[in-house]
């Protein structure tokens, strides 16, 4: 049997081409209400979890372990492999990097969304969190609207400065927000979110099955949090999407107290004039040599608590605003998000843990993978529904509707939320296999 592993899945798979089959699938019928639920195992040392899906030429299973204790053996504790079978005969085809493939297929979901969500000139996006799947989530959003510029916002200094030198090669401009200067929400955030879930589930894109979440939760963990490899890729076509009549007016630059990368490159002085000799040289003098072509500057190091961006002021400008956190608290007032912003939650799948509020729910037109799905895992919906804030009703549509253009699009901000589903894993592990045989 062949193996994939995740330099070969992103080499068969860059991220534009799995937003495109996961398109095609869902035009083709594929109805994402009638994929089976999830399943787990309890064992001794952790847990087994498995995503199956089957449907025209193929049928495939995600399995990940979860081993609580393997990192004191310095091992990882999420592993996993995705196999893939024939249609017909449930004939083994190939094994693929698990971990790699969820990495992969969840920023092309929401891709995916934002194609047909948001405006076709979107061009600021601001990225909550600072993992894979903020990177992964810059790479896919890159393939279908021209963004120029990103905010980021994260819990460690460190990790913003990582992502932020990432994207500033990647040729994007950059700024950034700290949790203890940029604004009282970020710094809510980076003193309530948790570390990594050690739930079960974590970082693989599976929840563990329990009772109903309305009255009740259920052990989950955030939604494929694990390494993307690949790099940005440009947009294939020219993006389409809903206009946006209330459009504000072009945004002014880089704010001066914020931290933008690329720093600006000092102009060099002119050549001083050549030097007078009193008598002229009987030896005409060699040319000096041209001087090396000055290196980039390099990226500034700011402290925990450097001055950057607000929350605020971010949000308010935002084309785009990607949420690929563990927080279980909303994120930011939902009321700065401006009418016409486009919104994606992928960072939980627990019933109790949300990315945005209320506010932003009730506001925004809310479109879901799938209905059953999220109102069985997705807290930020299931939490504004509980509250009675809105009600089963508001969801717009599932990522089918939204394709085959069910969904109307009118005034107010886009909010896609996703908790990761076994069809996705299929539809994009098929792609790499056929690219593959």
């Not at 995740?6 to 089959?21: E, I, K, W």
């Not at 996993?80 to 017909?88: I, K, N, Q, S, V």
């Not at 980076?190 to 099955?209: E, F, H, M, N, R």
């Not at 939902?334 to 939980?348: E, F, M, Q």
Request: proline residues 15%; neutral net charge; glycine residues 10%.
């Amino acid at each position: 049997m062949n193996y994939l592993d995740a330099a070969a899945l992103t080499r068969l798979v860059p991220p534009a081409r799995a937003v495109q089959v996961l398109e095609e699938a869902l035009k083709a019928g594929l109805d994402p209400e009638a994929t089976p639920p999830r399943a787990h195992a309890d064992l001794p040392a952790g847990q087994l979890l498995m995503m199956p899906a089957g449907g025209g030429r193929y049928a495939g299973v995600k399995v990940v372990s979860v081993a609580p204790d393997n990192p004191r053996r310095g091992l990882p504790r999420v592993q996993g492999t995705y196999l893939l079978f024939d249609g017909d005969t449930l004939a083994p085809l190939a094994a693929i990097d698990g971990i790699a493939l969820t990495s992969l297929r969840t920023p092309a979901v929401s891709a995916l969304a934002v194609r047909h969500l948001a405006a076709p000139d979107a061009r600021r996006l601001v990225v909550f969190g600072t993992g894979p799947q903020a990177w992964g989530h810059i790479v896919a959003l890159r393939a279908v609207r021209p963004v120029t510029h990103v905010t980021l916002f994260g819990r460690s200094p460190a990790g913003v400065q990582e992502l932020a030198a990432r994207c500033w090669a990647a040729g994007l401009q950059v700024e950034t927000g700290y949790g203890t200067a940029a604004s009282s929400h970020v710094t809510q955030w980076a003193a309530t979110s948790p570390a990594p879930s050690a739930s079960p589930g974590s970082g693989t894109g599976i929840a563990a099955p329990g009772p109903s979440p309305l009255p009740g939760a259920r052990p989950s963990g955030i939604h494929g949090e694990p390494g993307f490899p690949g790099g940005p890729t440009p947009p294939a076509s020219p993006p389409s999407g809903p206009a946006d009549a209330r459009r504000p007016a072009p945004r002014p630059g880089p704010r001066p107290d914020a931290v933008v990368w690329p720093p600006a490159r000092p102009a060099s002085p002119p050549p001083p004039p050549p030097a007078q000799s009193a008598q002229p040289s009987p030896v005409p003098l060699s040319p000096a040599p041209p001087s090396p072509t000055p290196a980039p500057p390099a990226p500034p190091r700011p402290s925990h608590g450097s001055k950057g961006v607000t929350t605020t002021q971010a949000v308010a400008e935002a084309d785009i605003i990607a949420c690929c956190t563990t927080a279980r608290n909303p994120l930011f007032p939902g009321k700065l998000a401006r009418d016409g912003a486009t919104v994606v939650a992928v960072g939980s799948h627990e019933p109790d843990a949300r990315e945005v509020d209320d506010d932003l729910v009730a506001r925004a037109i809310l479109v879901v993978e799938a209905r059953s799905a999220a109102l069985a895992e997705a807290g930020d919906v299931i939490v504004p529904v509980r509250n009675g804030t809105i009600t089963t009703g508001h969801l717009a549509g599932n990522l089918a509707d939204l394709v085959s253009g069910k969904v109307r699009v009118g005034p107010g901000p886009r909010l896609f939320k996703s908790v990761g589903m076994a069809w996705e894993d299929l539809v994009v592990a098929a792609a790499a296999y056929e690219a593959w045989a």
